[in-house]
């Protein structure tokens, strides 16, 4: 049965030839969007298959299940293989689970598109890249749906290519489309010298092989240089994929891409390839105290600094687009303390209210005709009521109110946080947790509720149709129960005594990373014993959330309350502007990277390449006719003798050619 692992990439694969090759001769919009779709769904229904069967079976280690040797040279070779365990099926689950409704969703969001089959193949080759990802036995493989979902990143960010869009010295979406990718490949540097170095060390790239060495021999890397500069290059490349501090830059500008595109790859899946990649690595993590640390900074310094940035931002896309920046961040703590099943729990919830919260927009967008200002929204839910109960639903999880998806998996990241003694981490999660909520009610409140600011002459609202509607209360639904799968200890105990259904699912991938741990570390604690700290703060966390939400309700309901960001933006211009600029990271790239990098290629290519190369050939082959013709009009004397016994030798020297060569 774990054999059909095969074809959950292959079926996608398919769908990309069959709608990319034959999209113009099909023409039909239902028919190519079934047929996009339906290749996601069956993926979707291998994937439950194994997974039941992983359920069943009680099988805990990993299955690989070769297709063919791809590289073989020597003593190095390399498998397309995949790999069955926990954390290989749970993502296989939300890459297929939420890329299937989305594809729905696209068909009515993408109808009469001049480009439909063409976003369709793009769409189905994504899910193809994807799966390889996070399936995949090995760096190598891994390594190329790393590099294919940039790729596909590239062509659906600038789907739209001859649209304009408004960014740091961004005109097109095509700009936008160039920026992610460029961005990318500084992180993906960083995982190409880190295999290289898990290759030398282990002498293998085989994710099975290269976790059993590290933790079989853990008194001889724990806390070595090559271990930490292998994980802190490995993530380098999650920081380019997952938008971290200091690569983050790219993802807000991805905006310019159609939304379920904003959905699919920067909110539920490809974005969260970093966070995957830190956690099926977590043994090489695990003997890096260092690089663990920096991966807890670097995670909650992007929450704070993506969530003060959604506070001022006014285009629907790009305040959930800076949500996703800091929620990864909350990701990337939990990796840091080493709660890993934590990590992954708000990857699954993320993927539910944050897939659920861009549909959303989507449909706001489609029902006011392409407007994403808020500022010129209002009111939307009387005639959007189906768009407002979901994306409300979805707002209430990521805000973290019980019992949403969001409370579970954002407590159980602050929790660990502050009992592994984390309290700074602790502390600026809580306060990103208060931005969060105030930008995300803000969004809700100027969105649906209040004066309505659009242009009745020209803006029409109205509910979007039921591909569209249908997904958005499927991901309503498991926005607010997904997160029952990962009921903590302290409030499941009564039920069972292993209420962390995940937690548990996958304690078999994490086994020898939370060892590692524990033996290294001098913060012991009891596991499945209630703290009376876990309620107390959890009650902080709930009320933080009810703060920022009475905060921008009170803020934005009313339009004379319009005074308050005025007073911010007048009072406080460098604060707001800071923020509303994000911080300038793009500029300060510009400065200090890109402008002097540029004007060195320029001057090298002027100074050098052009006066020195292409001018001195010129200028030289000049000069050279005329050296010659100095030396040349030096025969022409003008004196009759010389031509005459310049003739006679050349006469002399013909004889005497035929004679000697007859």
């Known amino acids: 049965m774990l054999d059909l692992v095969i074809f959950i990439p292959l079926i996608p694969l398919t769908g990309f030839l069959i709608t990319g090759l034959f999209g113009k001769i099909l023409k039909n919009e239902t028919l190519i969007g079934t047929i996009a779709s339906s290749a996601v769904g069956i993926s979707f229904i291998l994937s439950c298959i194994i997974f039941y069967s992983l359920l069943n079976q009680h099988i805990e280690d990993p299955v690989i299940v070769p297709l063919y040797t791809w590289i073989s040279a ?39 598109d001049r480009s439909f089959a063409r976003f369709f193949a793009y769409l189905n080759l994504f899910i193809f890249m994807m799966l390889n990802l996070v399936l995949s036995s090995n760096f190598l493989l891994t390594f190329l749906g790393w590099e294919g979902v940039g790729l596909c990143s590239y062509l659906l960010i600038g789907f739209w290519y001859d649209r304009k869009f408004e960014g740091t010295r961004i005109t097109w979406t095509g700009d936008a489309g160039n920026k992610a990718f460029i961005v990318n490949r500084i992180g993906d540097f960083g995982f190409i010298i880190a295999m290289f170095i898990i290759y030398v060390t282990f002498n293998s790239l085989e994710y099975q092989t290269v976790n059993s060495l590290a933790a079989g021999s853990y008194a001889n890397y724990f806390n070595t240089g090559i271990m930490t500069a292998t994980t802190l290059l490995l993530f380098l490349g999650c ?26 790859i920067h909110a539920a899946t490809m974005v ?65 303390v080493g709660a890993f099943s934590a990590g992954v729990f708000h990857v699954m919830t993320h993927a539910f209210f944050k897939g659920l919260l861009f549909l959303g927009a989507g449909a706001v967008i489609h029902g006011l005709h392409e407007e994403q200002n808020i500022k010129r929204m209002g009111n939307l839910k009387a005639y959007m009521p189906t768009t407002y109960k979901t994306f409300l639903i979805a707002t209430l999880a990521i805000s973290g109110i019980p019992f949403f998806s969001g409370f579970f998996s954002k407590d159980e990241i602050l929790w660990y946080a502050f009992s592994k003694g984390h309290w700074t981490l602790w502390l600026i999660g809580v306060v990103a947790a208060l931005f969060t909520a105030f930008y995300m009610f803000r969004l809700l409140t100027l969105v649906f509720h209040g004066k309505e600011r659009f242009d009745h002459h020209h803006i029409h609202p109205h509910e979007a149709p039921k591909t569209m509607t ?54 012991v604690e009891i596991a499945h014993k209630i703290h009376i700290e876990e309620y107390f703060l959890m009650l902080i966390s709930v009320g933080v959330a009810l703060l920022g939400i009475r905060l921008a309700t009170n803020f934005y309901k009313k339009d004379e309350l319009w005074s308050i960001p005025r007073k911010l933006a007048t009072n406080k211009k460098r604060t707001y502007s800071l923020l509303f600029n994000k911080y300038k990271l793009d500029e300060f790239y510009f400065a200090a990277i890109i402008d002097p990098l540029m004007l060195a290629i320029q001057s090298f290519f002027w100074q050098v390449f052009d006066i020195k190369i292409i001018d001195g050939i010129v ?39 035929i004679i000697f060569t007859s």
Do not use: C
């Not at 498998?79 to 749970?90: A, C, E, K, R, T």
């Not at 900074?297 to 992007?302: A, E, F, Q, Y």
């Not at 029952?484 to 209420?499: D, E, M, Q, R, T």
């Open 619 to 657: 200028n030289g082959l000049g000069a050279l006719t005329k050296d010659i013709g100095n030396y040349v009009r030096k025969i022409q004397t003008g004196i009759a003798q010389n031509y005459a016994l310049l003739m006679m030798a050349g006469i002399i020297a013909i004889i005497a050619l």
């Open 239 to 264: 920081t380019g994929k997952s938008a971290q501090i200091p690569l983050a830059v790219w993802l807000p500008d991805a905006m310019a891409g159609p939304t379920p595109v904003s959905a699919l």
């Open 470 to 523: 249908i997904p958005l209360q499927i991901l309503a639904v498991l926005s607010a129960i997904g997160g029952f799968l990962g009921i903590p200890y302290a409030l499941g105990f009564w039920v069972s005594s292993h209420p962390n259904m995940l937690e548990n699912w996958l304690e078999p991938v994490f086994k020898n990373a939370q060892y590692i741990i524990y033996k290294s570390s001098t913060h």
């Open 272 to 336: 969260t390839a970093g966070v995957f990649l830190v956690a099926r690595t977590s043994v090489l993590f695990a003997l890096s105290p260092v690089s663990m640390t920096v991966v807890a900074i670097v995670g909650v310094l992007t929450a704070f600094f993506a969530a003060t940035i959604g506070l001022v931002q006014n285009d629907i896309k790009k305040v959930l687009a800076y949500s996703t920046v800091s929620q990864l961040g909350f990701m990337f703590i939990a990796l840091g």
């Open 74 to 112: 020597g003593s190095f070779s390399v498998n397309i293989s995949y790999q069955v365990d926990h954390l290989s099926v749970l993502f296989s689950l939300i890459v297929t689970g939420v890329g299937f409704l989305i594809h729905i969703y696209s068909i009515g969001y993408m109808h009469n």
